[in-house]
T-cell receptor, first 110, second 114 residues
Framework: DAKTTQPPSMDCAEGRAANLPCNHS???????VYWYRQIHSQGPQYIIH???NNETNEMASLIITEDRKSSTLILPHATLRDTAVYYC???????????FGEGTQLTVNP | DSGVTQTPKHLITATGQRVTLRCSPR?????VYWYQQSLDQGLQFLIQ???????AKGNILERFSAQQFPDLHSELNLSSLELGDSALYFC?????????????FGPGTRLTVT
């Protein structure tokens, strides 16, 4: 699986959009980009995934660059409950293992 | 609520002992995964089962074993426990064993070895 690079921490004001970047310059053509988050020792929570096109669901939007070497997770209106560690994972086959890196600690401030 | 259940929530035991962690996947999910999260190693994949068969192995110690039963629940057995086995153990499930299917995680079992 391709390696990902994320900033260790970010801050965001409540109500504002949180934009979390992820670099995955060695991604191959059949690898998906997944985002999960973990709120303080709870089980990780699936957020969104995509291959080439931008994706949006009720939780977030995923923007993947045209060369697929980086992506951005967007939480449109961050709340205090969005404070968590966000993991960007590049995986050929999410039916198998997920390789978690260090992730980004997002802190949403009031 | 992910729909994945894990028992027990907390477990405290002594070195050298053996414990069993239990996981029930979401209804309809055939694939079960086990992950370990410790302070120094982060979240690590241990093993995957699909419809009763082992599918993939990660950094699982020989002292650890798992199985998935016909009703699809899974158990992770940890034996000859050491202090370093203290960690959060998460179970996750997904619909299939391959393909872009998201994994849903349970709340975890916190194991403390004293």
């Amino acid at each position: 699986d391709a390696k990902t690079t994320q900033p260790p921490s970010m801050d965001c004001a409540e109500g504002r959009a949180a934009n979390l970047p992820c670099n995955h310059s060695t991604i191959s053509g059949n690898e998906y980009v997944y985002w999960y988050r973990q709120i303080h020792s709870q089980g990780p929570q699936y957020i969104i995934h995509g291959l080439k096109n931008n994706e949006t669901n009720e939780m977030a939007s995923l923007i993947i660059t045209e060369d697929r070497k980086s992506s951005t997770l967007i939480l449109p209106h961050a709340t205090l409950r969005d404070t968590a560690v966000y993991y960007c994972i590049v995986n050929f086959d999410s039916g198998s293992r997920l390789t978690f890196g260090e992730g980004t600690q997002l802190t949403v401030n009031p | 609520d992910s729909g994945v259940t894990q028992t027990p929530k907390h477990l405290i035991t002594a070195t050298g002992q053996r414990v069993t962690l239990r996981c029930s996947p979401r209804s309809g999910d055939l694939s079960v995964y086990w992950y370990q999260q410790s302070l120094d190693q982060g979240l690590q994949f241990l093993i995957q089962y699909y419809n009763g068969e082992e599918r993939a192995k990660g950094n699982i110690l020989e002292r650890f074993s798992a199985q998935q039963f016909p009703d699809l629940h899974s158990e992770l057995n940890l034996s000859s426990l050491e202090l370093g086995d203290s960690a959060l153990y998460f179970c996750a499930s997904s619909a299939r064993d391959r393909g872009p299917y998201e994994q849903y995680f349970g709340p975890g079992t916190r194991l403390t070895v004293t």
